[in-house]
């Protein structure tokens, strides 16, 4: 990895590296200016440092030379801060600084093969991750040190701010919002050299809220972003569906330190209709006082071993153990909260802590939850939202304010709870930059991860776990419902706290990806559901963190291998190893902990895992090792093709691209096979056992689309997607021999791969060298190559050749998908890919995570054609009645139902 792409670059790139990356940046910056397609990105309302005139100050050995940007106005800050009465909150910006993949591929290609993407769109990624930390406010300073170290108030050391420490602070603002906006500007001040720019509280919430409420609209009727609001009760959280036309009017109640009731009616349209004195920090000073509990959690955690009967008067205890069933209210209803502590006769050293924090907790959460109620009521409003940290992902604690309400409005009312919950108001202060551009970005632009703070990556992420108090984030019990908050009903306590570190895991980073775009050729993307397997059937989802927790292990020595087995690569796959295992612990344990959860996810939150503890590429050894011997056999290949006539080529091809499919590192039955052969000796014998008709067998009516039939021949198609999926034969030997017939019947061929690497299959900046390899060995490769700008040195060879006057040739290009997993939502595809799209007929999707996990069920706007191998039995059965290594050729020509013809019976 280049060094400067590490976060502290500062200290790791020499001088010469940050120039060069400052002229790269201007140079793009200039481009984008004249490129329509980026005109998005390149928004120029949104903040950008100027870098024109950049120029290093100072001795040019020093290691961390000062920049003088001239241009820049010293306004930029991507940070804001809610400081409340109990917590600081934390929104920051951090600018991807790292060259878009586009630029990487070109430079990669030009400096390893002398080949170009030729005049191919570069589209520069400008997006940005959100990021939400938080501190208790009686520690001041470690929030000041923290924003200090990450330079957050000039911008960041994660974005292209290239001012130097040096550099006097003047004119730096920034927003805040809460009492310490007022209370706290001068220590600021003093300490950071900003000034804040106080925002209004209330707006600031209210902004937060419905920013968080649109983008989970946006989500769950046609994006990919986890949602936001959810209901709780008896123990079960369910994601909500806002209609986004019937949003307003809501309640919203936020539990922070004090309640602030508002009543919502559109943007920025909103009264504080109410609020009460008695809120979290009532609960946690009184609770502290009472129990001498160090910590909130503390005091939280006591709560769950408490029995409130000890401290509260039933009213069972004053009708002599009768129900008052005359007015509805059963011998166990709380009649008064800590009404037995009215007793002479004890101290409060003769209750227990557990019984007290436990009946100061359901006090104040039934008084909040009744008091909302009536406010609802008042203003005839059916939805209330709650926010603030009081709640803390707290199961009991949202129970039993879920009861209250629902008990007092009769079921008329709803209450949910956002999983952004403390952090609304400084959101809300975030979006009141009025240049911070994420009023264009669409929901599909967003991409939420959920990093576990990566230990050994450096010393700044250690201020990160700080932020968030992730210590180590590994749930330790087995899931139990939180039993019921009701008024009446005996509580059933035990359930478990989550410690803040996996609490604040349900919160990810937002990515912002200017870039991603819905694939245009997606046939209803409003309804689209890119998983075929349901994860919120606990029976699935159990299966799946089972293979993807036994094939950790081998993951991880992968994972070492690939960086040289060092101890520094070992100490991180380690490190890797504990915190997917704690990932999947948290998802056994709350499947809806991130949010809509589906394999694909489950799947690239393990490559993200690995990104996240800098495995750039696991398997880029067997990659390469794969590759070599596949293309050492092409030429064989096309030859044994090229004998064949069309009818026969065209099912051997197929044949090929299912066959080679079985290499597949992600599979653990297949990776079990690779230890009994070379890669030859099981592509031969893949292919052997290829026998029609396969488990979806759709291969004649492809062929009469391709061939036609009798005298009738068909129009060939005018471009072609291949989303390619693995290495080695996969693509060398199987999906690039069908490029190739593509291309000779005058098709288009657009090569679709990775953006990222995820597990062994192929990249986008992989594809050219393999390419350029193939066109040795083939000219109709290589003429399509050229033709599509892949080739440029044999251009010019051609052209010295005096070649010219050959017909022209069809392009075969390639695109990047945009993504980083072995599945793909087609919501969030690259905008490479979306403009390729533009003029394309034929689909093609590869591989089991392409076209079986995700996008079985897609349909698309032109022809469609799903290729793989079932490599996991269970998977097999379930959707294909089948077994393991069946195989998939399910055609679907456009507009026309699905016209698969499974077979029966496999066996005969
Ligand atoms: N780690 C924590 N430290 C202190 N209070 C916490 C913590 N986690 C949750 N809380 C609860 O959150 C409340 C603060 O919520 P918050 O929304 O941040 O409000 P404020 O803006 O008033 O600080 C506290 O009063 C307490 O009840
Ligand atoms: C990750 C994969 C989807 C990749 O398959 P591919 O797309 O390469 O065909 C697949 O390997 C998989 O689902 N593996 C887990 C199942 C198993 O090990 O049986
Ligand atoms: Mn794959």
Redesign the pocket.
Known sequence: MDSCENENHYGDCNKGDVLKQIEEETEEKEKGASTPSSSMSRSSSRPQLDLSRAAIQGDLEDRNPTILLPNQSDDISHLALDIGGSLIKLVYFSRHEELSVDDKRRKSMKKRFGLSNGNRRSYPILGGRLHFVKFETGKLNECLDFISSKQLHRGGIDSPSWRSAAQPNHNIVMKATGGGAYKFADVLKERLGVSLDKEDEMHCLVAGANFLLKVGVAVSTEQAIRHEAFTHMDGQKEFVQIDQNDLFPYLLVNIGSGVSIIKVDGEGKFERVSGTNVGGGTYWGLGRLLTKCKSFDELLELSQRGDSSNVDMLVGDIYGGMDYSKIGLSASTIASSFGKTISDTKELSDYRPEDLSLSLLRMISYNIGQISYLNALRYGLKKIFFGGFFIRGHAYTMDTISFAVNFWSKGQAQAMFLRHEGFLGALGAFMSYEKHGLDYLRAHQLVERFPMGAPYISWMEKFVQKGTQITAPVPTAAPRTTGLGGFDRPLSRGDILRSDASAALSIGVLHFVPTLEVFPLLEGPKTYEPNTIDLTDPGELEY?LT??S??LPDLVDKAVASEGGTDDAKRRGDAFAHAFSAHLARLMEEPAAYGKFG?ANL?ELREECLREFQFMDAYITIKQRENEASLAVLPDLLMELDSMNEEDRLLALIEGVLAA?I?????????DLYHKGTIIEIYRMSRKKMQRPWRVDDFDIFKKRMLGSGDEKPNPYKRALLFV??SGA?IVLGMLPLARELLRRGTEVVLVANSLP????ITANELPEIVAEAAKHCDTIRRAAEAGGLLVDAMVSIQEKGLKNQSPSVSLMIAENGCGS??IDLRQVSSELAADAKDADLVIL????????TNLNARFKCDALKL??V?????AEKVFNGKIYDCICRFEPRNEPVASTETDSWDN
């Open positions: 799946w293979v993807l036994e094939h394999l799947l499919n290499f597949d590192w992600g599979s653990r039955a297949c990776v999926d693995n996969d995820a597990l062994n299959d072995p599945c590869e591989g089991m995570g392409r076209a079986i996990h793989a191998m490599k996991n039995q269970r998977l």
